[in-house]
């Protein structure tokens, strides 16, 4: 089905009277496609709102929240009688707990099918980010981007492929040559360089001390957190170290284990691990490069005699190291 066919039973979903909620787990990619999707319902639905569930603490997400003017509002101030459509971008329903409550009329994303209930379907894992999906179905329908929107969708772009250097395709590559030539590169410049608070460097600075590197592997578990956004920022930063090819980080954050994989994307599959080492415990996956799992500690306990700092450390590793690996299909 051509992108022209795919768009034309998209908008048959809505009418002018339609109210429409867009759900995400915000980040720079689910952003963009959020706001290009109310773009292209402009005028032709009554709303578009946006709502994220997680909490936004990363300084480059909270910039380019900022300059591009998204219009983001957190999902627990909605009230679900007051829209009657609803979308899902950059995710999927079983992706996390906070999308259940909500039937969704259309389903967008760039991951690995997991779940396909919608009347309105594009899962395209061949690609490197959603950003380039919704830069597509701009084209197709001869939108051009204000400078804004381009500068948030290469923004998005950038990031889901690492600056084309994690699963970029050339559709990635012809969509950001396409937005070049629309966006504010002065809002590009000024996201890219907030990459972090002083108390992220203090964060950091506890885990390069506290780090642990077993097969070329870093793991570093922190205790509590309050952030998820800063065991991103570590699982990033430990790739970037020689010989490191895999980084594994973790935190406690209420009555969730959350862990953060990240690899180099040679002959190695980060989603499978994720899957192999910590699905039975409850929601992992992703990429072949980046994965995420956020575990139930009442899970986690049935495993191992007690869930403190040290236990969980090395019940991680020990979990890692036996699914370690695994390619991606």
Known sequence: MSTREKIKRFLDLFNKGSKVLVVINADPDAIASAMAVKRILWRKVSEVVIAHFNTITRPD??????????????????????????????????????????????????????????????????????????????KAMKLKPSAKLAAALMLGIKTDTADFTREATLKDILAFQHLYKFADMNIVTKVERALMTEDDLDFLSNAIKKRKIINNRAFFHAGIISKPDELVIIADFFLSIARVNWSIISGVMGKKLIIILRNDGLRKGAGNTAKEAFEKFGSAGGHKTMARAELELKLIRQEIKKVNQKALSHWIICQIEKAGGKKIE
């Open 61 to 138: 997400n909270l910039a380019m929240i900022e300059y591009a003017e998204s219009g983001l509002v957190s999902l627990d101030s909605i009230e679900k009688i007051n829209h009657d459509k609803f979308v899902i971008i950059d995710s999927q329903p079983d992706h996390s707990e906070h999308f259940s409550g909500f039937t969704y009329d259309a389903i967008i994303d760039h991951h690995p099918l997991s779940c396909d209930e919608a009347a309105y379907v594009d899962i395209r894992p061949g690609y490197g980010a959603c950003s380039t999906i919704m830069t597509e179905y701009l």
